[in-house]
């Protein structure tokens, strides 16, 4: 195997491999990125057999042909080479020779026999906008579980309707749930899938560089996700396993509701949260007539409060959250207000962006004994 490629283009593309490779792992050459040269493009490969990211180059073949190479050994020493054509030869023993101006170098590789072969991709059911996915996926993606043993929770429950997409997430502490309105016409009845946290960074960032005016083309079979982004392809694993009912979960009868200024509840939080309790980091909020006050007193270095102005409310409440679940959320918004929906000291609350906005997005916290 033999082609010349820009490097600048390269680095792109090989930057893309990174967040899928595996860096300890017990078959090599999953570490590795698999370059595939033929007629006027490579094509680089990375899986850890959950998710795979395929992406293209286009380059001058000399001679067809493919290999594995370190993924990140490859991305670091390309990096750092004059932004100028890159050649690359690949012997019979898959060392790659690489020269690039005055530089040459020499890389081992393994072959591609050992590299997993993909599934294809099935044709598309739909074409999400791309910058929907990175909407409800910045909304989403931070309330998933990370503990192992919740492997349901471990991603996020994406929904396809024929005039919507949602997706919610849970750590059994708090539920995101966004849902954006848009036809799918490629849909009839629901499709369902549990999306991997890892994935959905990766889509995320794929959605990202392909533009605001991209539409990213959904597949699917049986246990695989497809995500073409133009070039690029992105398949994951479906998790298995029943999703909660979030449906259940989703506060009816909060009818203590304030608005408040976004900024200001986040710099408040903020501020108090310094004297919360390290494990915990339990926030008391309690709502009075004409008064929202944060308090946190659970550090041996002092305490704290603020009080931010509120319109009336039928009646009083105290209740405790988690600071940090709360700046999440306020973190994922961008509109001016927000409104934080109370019903009493044991009932979740709820928060969600106030004012017009071209979805719907509401975030459930479970309340804290403090």
């Known amino acids: 195997m033999e082609f010349t490629v820009n490097k600048i283009e390269l680095v792109k593309e090989l ?57 990140r050994k490859l991305l670091d020493y390309v990096r750092l080479l004059p932004d100028a054509d890159l050649h690359l030869k690949v012997s019979e023993t898959h060392a790659a020779s690489i020269t690039c101006g005055r530089s040459r170098t020499r890389i081992a590789g393994m072959s591609r026999e050992n590299f997993p072969e993909l599934p294809r991709m099935p044709a598309p059911v739909a074409q999400v906008p791309a910058p929907m996915l990175v909407n409800i996926i910045s909304k989403t993606v931070f309330a998933i579980s990370t503990e192992g043993s919740r492997y349901t929770l471990n991603g996020a429950l994406l929904i396809l309707k024929p005039d919507s997409i949602i997706m919610v997430s849970t750590d ?66 479906k998790l298995t396993g029943q999703f909660p009912d979030y449906d259940r979960v989703l506060p009816r009868e909060n009818d203590r509701i304030v608005t408040l200024i976004r900024t200001e509840l986040e710099a408040a939080i903020q501020r108090v949260s310094q004297f919360a309790d390290e494990r915990s980091h339990a926030v008391r909020v309690a709502l009075s007539p004409g008064e929202l006050k944060l308090t946190c007193s659970g550090s041996e270095s002092g305490e704290s409060e603020e009080t931010l102005p509120v319109e009336s409310v039928a009646a009083e409440v105290q209740i405790g959250f988690n ?48």
Do not use: W
């Open 15 to 71: 930057s893309l491999s990174q967040g899928v490779v595996e860096k300890k792992t017990t078959i090599p050459v999953l570490s590795n990125v698999l370059i595939e040269a033929r007629e006027q493009e490579v094509t680089l490969t990375a899986t850890d057999l959950e998710l795979s990211v395929r992406s293209v180059c286009p380059a001058v073949v000399k001679r067809p042909g493919a290999t594995t190479l370190p993924a």
């Open 172 to 237: 059994g502490h708090r539920l995101a749930y966004v849902e954006a309105p848009h036809s799918f016409e490629g849909i009839s009845g629901q499709m369902r899938a549990l999306v991997a946290k890892k994935a959905m960074t990766e889509i995320q960032r794929l959605a990202m560089e392909a533009g605001p005016n991209a539409t990213v083309a959904l597949a699917s079979d049986e246990n695989q996700l497809f995500f073409q982004f133009g070039a690029r392809l992105l398949i994951t694993r």
């Open 323 to 370: 600071a940090q679940y709360l700046l999440d959320f306020l973190r994922a918004v961008s509109t001016e207000n927000v409104q934080l929906e109370l019903k009493d000291e044991q009932s979740a609350g709820q928060l969600r962006p106030s004012g017009e906005t071209d979805y719907q997005y509401r975030y459930v916290v479970m309340p804290m004994r403090i």
